[in-house]
């Protein structure tokens, strides 16, 4: 679960890690040499990074379970599984507040197919936050021009 707050100085939507250890899903949608990636803003609205979609386990959801969940949520779209599973603690710290979550993640495709066709998607989180994906070149992700989250993800991309 996230702490989301509404800042009245700015139009951005401001969130924060709580202080609990979080269990989450991430769907590794990859097309043409670019990965389908969220964009991460900082409180003062500029691009952070960017993270592959997904989200929280609910209680007595399997990970197969919750991916998928998330994907129809964000997406409208279900997915096939394509790749192995594999698991990131991800330690890290947002506007001076410190994040910790375990993260399972696994290689996705979509039914729907012309997602492979947009630049960027746009979805609505739980929460009403706007959100803006896009197909982001592994390499400008591998070269450091754009961050990506969780780190340790960039070395099985």
């Known amino acids: 679960m996230v702490?989301?707050?509404n800042s009245p100085n700015s139009k951005y939507y401001v969130w924060r890690p709580q202080p609990i250890i979080a269990v989450k899903v991430i769907g590794v949608a990859m097309y043409r040499g670019r990965l389908l990636a969220a964009e991460i803003y900082n409180d003062a609205g500029k691009l952070k990074g960017?993270?592959?979609?997904?989200?929280h386990i609910e209680f007595g959801e399997t990970r197969e379970a919750a991916?998928?969940?998330?994907f129809r949520e964000e997406l409208d779209t279900e997915i096939e599984i394509t790749g192995s599973w594999r698991m990131f603690e991800n330690l890290y710290e947002h506007e001076q507040h410190v994040g910790h979550e375990y993260?399972?993640?696994v290689g996705v495709g979509f039914a729907n197919r012309t997602l492979y066709k947009e630049d960027t998607v746009a979805f609505s989180e739980?929460?009403?936050q706007e959100v803006r994906a896009r197909w982001v070149p592994v390499s400008d992700l591998k070269q450091g021009v754009v961050a990506l989250f969780p780190p340790k993800l960039i070395d099985y991309l």
């Open 103 to 105: 993260i399972l993640s």
């Open 50 to 55: 960017v993270r592959p979609l997904g989200g």
């Open 67 to 70: 991916l998928r969940r998330e």
């Open 126 to 128: 739980d929460s009403g």
């Open 3 to 5: 702490k989301q707050t």
